[in-house]
């Protein structure tokens, strides 16, 4: 399973770090990559990062970059997305997604490349 948290109510130039926890015994997270998900009602879940746990390989969406950035904890089996500079255009629900051998190719792998997924959690952004 994965189990996201961090979400809440910022004002726009403000930040926040979304934690993704894996706590799925069966996976072993050195084969996996795993993404951040961005859905906003109306639109299509957009992939806005991704990491590689192996090696730490990551890619950005050209709409967050410079501005999020993705992290992995290996004790704690987590992820993390810290979210700079926030914009009202962030506002929506994060997910976090495993993908089992999604190897970094410089490119965000498509959504339905992903195993599993986690619960979303809820960003808003507005002053």
């Known amino acids: 399973q994965l189990a996201e948290s961090g979400g809440g109510l910022v004002q726009p130039g403000e930040s926040l770090r979304l934690s993704c926890v894996i706590s799925?015994?069966?996976?072993?997270?050195?084969?996996?990559?795993i993404g951040w998900f961005r859905q906003v009602p109306g639109k299509e879940r957009e992939c806005v990062s991704y990491?590689?746990?192996?090696?730490?390989?990551?890619v950005y969406a050209d709409s967050v970059k410079d501005r999020f950035t993705i992290s992995r904890d290996y004790a704690k089996n987590t992820t993390y997305l810290q979210m700079d500079s926030l914009k009202p255009e962030a506002t929506g629900v994060y997910y976090c997604?495993?993908?089992?051998?999604?190897?970094?190719?410089?490119?965000?792998?498509?959504?339905?490349?992903?195993?599993?997924w986690g619960q979303g959690t809820q960003v808003t952004v507005s002053s």
């Open positions: 997604a495993a993908g089992l051998g999604l190897r970094p190719t410089g490119h965000l792998p498509p959504d339905n490349l992903y195993d599993v």
């Open positions: 990491i590689w746990w192996r090696r730490g390989d990551t």
């Open positions: 799925e015994v069966r996976f072993t997270l050195a084969n996996y990559a």
